[in-house]
């Protein structure tokens, strides 16, 4: 989906150049359309290498973090002097 918005906006950035070259409004509407739809392809290609990272690398479950953050939180307190 990334490649296909980087495809997109070269579409819409030769469109814009000829609507300008050759002052045609069905060219500029054009070169707005392919814009919008990149964006819309940029939005869910980056949603779905989210989705495949998250599968890939989960983080610590609803419990939080380990038993072992406390007692490193409190060795750091203590030489810290604060405990």
């Known amino acids: 989906m990334i490649v296909a918005s980087l495809l997109l ?3 819409a ?3 814009l150049i000829i609507g300008l070259a050759d002052g045609s409004d069905g060219y500029l509407v054009g070169s707005i359309v392919a814009s919008l739809l990149a ?3 940029l939005v869910l290609g980056g ?3 989210a989705a495949r990272r998250a ?3 989960p983080v610590a479950g609803p419990s939080g973090p380990g038993p072992g953050f406390a007692a490193g939180a409190v060795r750091r307190l203590r ?3 604060l405990v």
Do not use: D, K, P, T
């Open 13 to 15: 950035v030769a469109l």
């Open 9 to 11: 906006i070269v579409v």
């Open 39 to 41: 964006s819309v392809a």
């Open 47 to 49: 949603r779905q290498y």
């Open 79 to 81: 030489r810290a002097g």
């Open 55 to 57: 599968l890939e690398h």
